[in-house]
């Protein structure tokens, strides 16, 4: 099965920019769609971004279009959020999601693995 990590989480000042990686175990990478989602303390946790297999299509919350932007690597088996003019509001643990999907999915339960998540704190 596979496999997720994140990493690339960090404090930093508000305006400023962190890329968050997510390493993928499996033979079948390039196959899942993969996503990113967070959770705030007190909060449900909450779609960010999606990328096609092929990484030919994306799909954005309207809270991080503009700033944020998926992408993936099949042959190192990654996929990244560049997180670009960072707000307090975008403090949360991040968590990396695969699943065979046909399509793209905003909804968790579509997805059927998940990394340990990453803290991104931006202060004011």
């Known amino acids: 099965q596979v496999q997720l990590v994140e990493s690339g989480g960090g404090l930093v000042q508000a305006g400023g920019s962190l890329r968050l990686s997510c390493a993928a175990s499996?033979?079948?990478?390039?196959?899942?769609?993969m996503g990113w989602f967070r959770q705030a303390p007190g909060k449900e946790r909450e779609f960010v971004a999606t990328?096609?297999?092929?990484?030919?299509?994306?799909d954005y919350a309207d809270s991080v279009k503009g700033r944020f932007t998926i992408s993936r690597d099949n042959a190192k088996n990654t996929v990244y959020l560049q997180m670009n003019s960072l707000k307090p509001e975008d403090t949360a643990v991040y968590y990396c999601?695969?699943?065979?999907?046909?399509?793209?999915?905003?909804?968790?339960?579509?997805?059927?693995?998940w990394g340990q998540g990453t803290q991104v704190t931006v202060s004011s």
């Open positions: 990328i096609s297999w092929s990484g030919g299509s994306t």
């Open positions: 499996g033979r079948t990478f390039s196959s899942y769609v």
């Open positions: 999601a695969a699943g065979r999907i046909f399509g793209l999915a905003r909804d968790a339960g579509r997805y059927d693995y």
